[in-house]
């Protein structure tokens, strides 16, 4: 999704970073074994080329072009194994530089009837995917633990890969400042020049980096994993974002596709404005459902006599005008931080007792509640640091876009969002995450899934950051896609539903291979 970044009213994470147990941040404690990461960068063995490197399928920037991948797994836990793998940086350069990026394995455990390898991404774009592994049994079935070695990787630029990208300390400089109606042009002028600093600040650290951070590089790196691990096939797990990472790897790597099964999918043909439209469209939707229940619902705590809507439209227009405390030292809660609470509240139904009372609180001239909202969705540590989620996810998001727009073409877009999505995009101004980010050098290829064989993909009806008609698409644009509905008010459906991880499981396990559509 896209997000307006200094307006605060965010186009929502493609990341599920509170959804469920699937989408948690592991911290890294002190008892956690971690290998020394290189200290220094060296050149990829190989001879320079004219032209771009392809593969037999006739991709791009081939893995098949540097050699294997060597490192040796430290153990870093209970049945856990973790190591840093050197990868090049630019794929079309035989002597690039290398970056390093993070593994956890978490081993089968019925080491006699172990499959392979299940590779998996949480999302994001810009989760480091190391912790599902070190989760892994919160997050999979027994059945999946006992026969694949789980590897979760920090996809280049995140997590503990080296180097991360890193940008801001202060996310309230940049993301909890801002009026998204503005009323001069010295406010809107303000919005843009933030824009422009967060991206300048970006390159200014990491502009070595930003250019290869995008998907296709991932994917390359996922090729360059499964070499290293000496396994012809390997089997993927994706979540949200991880949907989109793992079909972009089965159409360029088609031929090493085990099995795959990609949750919360988003929409592949979707360019960044129809997708932004989109999640807009399911935001809003989820938003309504949620002040039905609550006006319906006498126990709700911000019934409000019944009209919950109202209550609500109107404590979203007072906020515009006058921002609520929160707590001492923060910023005073504007309308584009409530939303942005609200949105994360709208990743599953089990926070929305939260929400209801944080809203009520809110009423009543305290905004600590939905501060805390608005600080879970940006990962705020108890310390006040952050970790540098945001600052990939942006970055990730510009690098796979081909597109470039201007601030007046952005702006000509607001009154869209306004149109199908009044309550959760009132804002006047438009997106400008990748305004100010030079032209992408290797843009996100097309989804085919062409050669991979079958892919399982699941959706919920309920979803609102990958609403389920992106979710389908992705199924009717692989060749060969497998649709699983989950009837549920959240987003994705592996951990929350028995239906769709039985079916889900003996794909991966016994490939059985579902119906094209299954309801569950």
Known sequence: MRRNITASVLMVLLFGACSSDTTSVVEVTSDTLIPDSPSSSEPMNGEPSDTAPMDGAGNEYSTENFPTPEYDWTECGPGLECAYMDVPLDYSDTNSDTISIFMTRHLALDRSERIGTLLVNPGGP?????????????????????????????????????????CIDDYDDYFAGGDITPDTEAERQEIIDTSERFTEICFEKNGDVLPHVGTNNVARDMDMIRRSLGEDEISYFGFSYGS?????????????????????????????????????????????????????????AFHNDGDAEGAFDELMARMDENPIPTSPGRPDLTRGMALTAVAQAMYSSSYWDTLERALDDAQEG???????????????????????????????????????????????????????????????TGDYTCVFWPEAIDPRIAITGAGAGPIVVIGTTGDSATPLEGTRNMARVLEDGRLIVVTAEQHTGYTSDACAQRTADAYLIDLVVPDEETNC
């Not at 989760?127 to 999979?140: K, P, T």
């Not at 920090?154 to 180097?163: A, L």
């Not at 608005?374 to 310390?383: E, G, L, S």
Request: a negative charge; proline letters at 5%.
């Open 244 to 300: 989109e990472l793992g079909s972009v790897w089965a159409t360029m790597f088609p031929e090493t596709v085990r099995a795959a099964v990609l949750d919360g999918a988003t929409d592949p043909e979707a360019d960044s404005l129809d997708g932004s439209l989109q999640q807009s469209k399911g935001f809003e939707q989820s938003i309504s459902t949620f002040l039905a229940r609550c006006s319906d619902d006498r126990s709700c």
């Open 366 to 428: 305290d905004g600590a509640g939905l501060l805390d909202l608005f600080d879970a969705y940006f990962q705020r540590r108890p310390d006040g640091s952050y970790g540098n989620e945001l600052e990939a996810f942006l970055n990730i998001l510009c690098a796979d876009d081909p597109t470039r727009t201007t601030i007046e073409a952005a702006d000509a877009e607001a009154a869209r969002f306004t149109e199908i999505a009044p309550r959760f995009r009132p804002g006047t």
């Open 126 to 166: 810009g989760f480091g995917g190391s912790y599902l592994a070190e989760r892994a049994e919160n997050i999979f079935s027994t059945d999946l633990l006992e026969r694949f070695d789980i590897v979760g990787f920090d996809p280049r630029g995140t997590g503990r890969s080296e180097p991360a990208i890193d």
